[in-house]
């Protein structure tokens, strides 16, 4: 279900025919920059998570996701209380904004931005509008450093989403699994995305606290990755350690084959970057969740329950998750252990992953099949989360008092 189109994963998504079109209907277009497998849970969690609030009809969205509609540029699904459109780019910063810019052309009420640049695009073309559309952003790691939110209700009053806290400590020493003596990394990330050199810097300073002896660099574009790396590997690194980013997922098949040619493993701090081809991915791989979390959102807010205004950004619990590109397993010195394969959760194969846990299978099932009781399981995590993302004026109050105080 996953084919190679570039160095981007093209997933298919069952859109039912577009109904004909209300212009009345509250219009949400969702901004992507091309994350494959990232944009596609998020996607196909959303529309859930719409279904079992009643704005979508079952028939009109297939929840057997059998081959259809790529994620792509115009994919469109009109609904009876809702029409969504989905917008995507490639990780140019100029083509992100003709994205959002194509969004806004058609007055939506709602944007979903996927990952950090869609969204500072779409907060920036937002900010000087008298009555912007609500912003609901995903997959994003860091909100407060990239300077999208100070806290989770200091923000814009149009703006709410979900983020991850990344527990870098726990999560470098499961490389050992691969390199059981590993203890010198190096660290690359992408210049061009504040959360990424924010997560470079605590990946750097978990290692060292870990006594790991650790070399950083950062990358502007693709011409600059194979000096990067080179320059990592005269420094005698073990392995190359990045951190979640969009830019460096669309980079990552470059990235892994010059990895492979130095005989030098890449690890990727996000279990979707052995999709692409890194020697092994650890971290978040909710993605469904995340994308049913902004359906509730949402749902609540077109529904008058909720004002996003008071609405929190909500704080994601990790679960985390192994992967492996078995690709690696033929490289001298980068075999895997039957120890490790044993609890991997995703095994990939020229960027096709197949789940190998019991927890992955089960997430590939809710994302990729037909399960009858689906909706009332989603619904039932509805109201719990609403009610922890509420903004009270005492809250709003500890908050600011806690930013005052860090200020000095």
């Not at 509008?129 to 209700?153: H, R, T, Y």
């Not at 701090?269 to 969740?289: K, N, P, R």
């Not at 998750?321 to 020229?350: N, P, Q, R």
Request: with cysteine; hydrophobic share 45%; aromatic share 6%.
């Amino acid at each position: 279900m996953l084919q190679k189109s570039g160095i981007l994963v093209v997933l298919l998504l069952c859109l039912s025919p577009v109904v004909a079109q209300d212009d009345d209907l509250p219009l949400v277009a969702v901004v992507h920059n091309g994350d494959g497998p990232i944009a596609f849970g998020i996607l196909v969690g959303l529309l859930d998570a719409l279904v079992a609030n009643g704005l979508i009809a079952p028939e009109q969205w297939d929840n057997k996701r059998s081959p259809g509609v790529p994620i792509q540029d115009e994919a469109e699904l009109a609904a009876e209380s809702i029409r969504i459109i989905v917008r995507g780019a490639g990780h140019d910063p100029l083509a992100i904004q003709g994205a959002v810019d194509r969004a806004m052309d058609m007055d939506p009420a709602a944007l979903v931005t996927i990952r950090e640049l869609p969204t500072l695009s779409a907060l920036n073309t937002l900010q000087f509008l008298e009555d912007p559309p609500k912003v609901f952003f995903a997959a994003l790691q860091d909100p407060w450093n990239a300077g999208i939110a100070d806290a989770s209700c200091i923000k814009p009053d149009y703006v709410t989403g979900t983020h991850t806290v990344m527990p870098f400590k726990e999560m470098l020493p499961l490389f050992t699994r691969h390199i059981e003596d590993l203890n010198r990394i190096g660290v690359m990330h992408y210049a061009g995305e504040k959360s990424s050199a924010y997560a470079a810097e605590h990946i750097v300073k978990a290692a060292q606290e870990l006594g790991w002896t650790t070399q950083a660099t950062a990358v502007t574009g693709f011409h600059d990755i194979a000096l990067a790396i080179e320059g990592l590997i005269s420094r005698g690194v073990q392995a190359i350690v990045l951190p979640a980013s969009g830019f460096i997922q669309s980079a990552m098949p470059l990235i892994a084959s010059i990895g492979r040619d130095n005989e030098i493993p890449i690890y990727g701090l996000g279990v979707e970057s052995s999709v692409f081809g890194a020697t092994m991915g650890i971290g978040y791989a909710q993605w469904y969740d995340d994308g049913a979390r902004i359906g509730h959102i949402m749902a609540a807010w077109l529904k008058g329950e909720i004002d996003i205004a008071e609405t929190a950004i909500a704080t994601q619990t990790l679960r985390m998750a192994m992967g492996v590109d078995i690709a690696w397993h033929e490289v001298e010195g980068m075999e895997f252990s039957e120890d490790l394969l044993k609890d991997v959760d995703i095994v990939s194969k020229d960027t096709a992953p197949r789940p190998t846990s019991g927890w992955a299978m089960q997430e590939f099932a809710r994302m990729l099949g037909n399960n009858a009781d689906q909706s009332e399981q989603l619904l039932a995590t509805a109201q719990p989360l609403l009610e922890s993302l509420r903004c009270t004026p005492e809250l709003i109050a500890e908050q600011q008092a806690e930013l005052d105080a860090a200020e000095g």
